[in-house]
């Protein structure tokens, strides 16, 4: 399956084309991490996108934190302070709960440019 980042859901919600097409490719559930929705409930402006995310947020598949992505975060964290790459807490728990339900994350952050030689083939990185 296939996790979404927040960049690629919110090009979604404006009406991107390329979004939607990425997102629908497949026919495949759409999911997301709890720290995704949590991005995308704090950053609406109106009752209209409130309710458009709320939507969306009924329809798809929310990974949550657990131990074993805890224990993944942690570890991505010290592997990318030891090579001087720390990135900010939310990309990090991010990658972990990726990593821990052994899931693939689509991304247009050039920021997990940084997490590719440690996500390898669970990274997709959008242009």
Known sequence: MT????????????GKEEASEIM????????????TGYELLKGYRSGKEEATVNELLNRVKIYH??????????SLYRELKHIGRLKNEADVLIAGIVIAN??????????????SDLLGDSLVLLR
């Not at 934190?65 to 942690?74: F, I, P, V, W």
């Open 3 to 14: 996790i979404f980042d927040t960049n690629i859901l919110i090009d979604y919600l404006r």
């Open 24 to 35: 629908t490719e497949g026919g495949s559930e759409i999911s997301i991490t709890v720290i």
């Open 65 to 74: 934190t657990d131990s074993k992505s805890m224990r993944a975060s942690g």
């Open 102 to 115: 052994n899931e693939t994350l689509v991304t247009r952050d050039p920021d997990f440019s940084d997490f």
